[in-house]
């Protein structure tokens, strides 16, 4: 039986299922989904924002923390191909590889130095890039979401992903495996806002 990722007769899933083996014991595939979004809402609250670089190793441990609860692979890079209708992501034995070149190249960036739209087309081709990586069995969504948001904080820029819907949003993502960034640039432009300094007081009498 093939999983949602199209991996056929996976081990690391119950036999004659697609769900994916989890410490919780849940083999509806639908349960399993909730008890994710629930225990990673609730590890989300207490994950600290890091300190740089912003590597695979920054991003593994959030996938670690926010999963831990659910699977015993959690932060740790999966090791079989994986696609999801006609889209096939990164080879496994290439995640590292690929994953150290683009968070490489993020980690270096200084967003503040760039006008706005150059910042936003920047943000969305690293989220777009970083997305065809998927570099985890489950969970790469609110990992890599997570991951940009302490990346922009350090960047003086905040993310409410509350403006944009569901469909917005995967019909964004789906246009960035074509490297159409488009449609990503104009959802971050919604969602992202510049943090304001704390404003000095100039009466000191």
């Given at each position: 039986?093939?999983?949602?990722?199209?991996?056929?007769?996976?081990?690391?899933?119950?036999?004659?299922?697609?769900?994916?083996?989890?410490?919780?014991?849940?083999?509806?595939?639908?349960?399993?989904?909730?008890?994710?979004?629930?225990?990673?809402?609730?590890?989300?609250?207490?994950?600290?924002?890091?300190?740089?670089?912003?590597?695979?190793?920054?991003?593994?441990?959030?996938?670690?923390?926010?999963?831990?609860?659910?699977?015993?692979?959690?932060?740790?890079?999966?090791?079989?191909d994986i696609a999801k209708g006609?889209?096939?992501?990164?080879?496994?034995?290439?995640?590292?590889?690929?994953?150290?070149?683009?968070?490489?190249?993020?980690?270096?960036?200084?967003?503040?130095?760039?006008?706005?739209?150059?910042?936003?087309?920047?943000?969305?081709?690293?989220?777009?890039?970083?997305?065809?990586?998927?570099?985890?069995?489950?969970?790469?969504?609110?990992?890599?979401?997570?991951?940009?948001?302490?990346?922009?904080?350090?960047?003086?820029?905040?993310?409410?992903?509350?403006?944009?819907?569901?469909?917005?949003?995967?019909?964004?993502?789906?246009?960035?495996?074509?490297c159409d960034y488009v449609p990503?640039?104009?959802?971050?432009?919604?969602?992202?806002?510049?943090?304001?300094?704390?404003?000095?007081?100039?009466?000191?009498?």
């Amino acid at each position: 039986m093939k999983d949602k990722y199209a991996v056929i007769a996976d081990p690391a899933c119950y036999p004659g299922t697609g769900v994916l083996r989890n410490k919780l014991n849940i083999v509806d595939p639908d349960a399993l989904e909730a008890a994710e979004a629930a225990f990673a809402a609730t590890a989300v609250q207490s994950i600290e924002l890091g300190a740089p670089p912003f590597d695979l190793a920054y991003l593994c441990s959030l996938h670690r923390q926010l999963f831990d609860e659910v699977y015993e692979w959690a932060g740790m890079l999966r090791t079989v191909d994986i696609a999801k209708g006609t889209t096939r992501f990164c080879i496994s034995n290439r995640i590292k590889a690929e994953a150290h070149r683009l968070l490489s190249q993020l980690d270096a960036t200084d967003l503040t130095t760039l006008p706005r739209s150059a910042q936003m087309a920047l943000v969305a081709e690293l989220y777009g890039e970083l997305n065809m990586i998927h570099p985890f069995r489950e969970g790469n969504g609110r990992t890599q979401r997570l991951f940009f948001e302490h990346w922009l904080l350090l960047n003086g820029l905040a993310v409410s992903w509350r403006h944009v819907s569901a469909g917005t949003w995967v019909a964004a993502c789906i246009a960035a495996v074509s490297c159409d960034y488009v449609p990503l640039e104009e959802v971050f432009d919604r969602c992202i806002t510049q943090i304001e300094e704390p404003s000095v007081d100039q009466d000191h009498d």
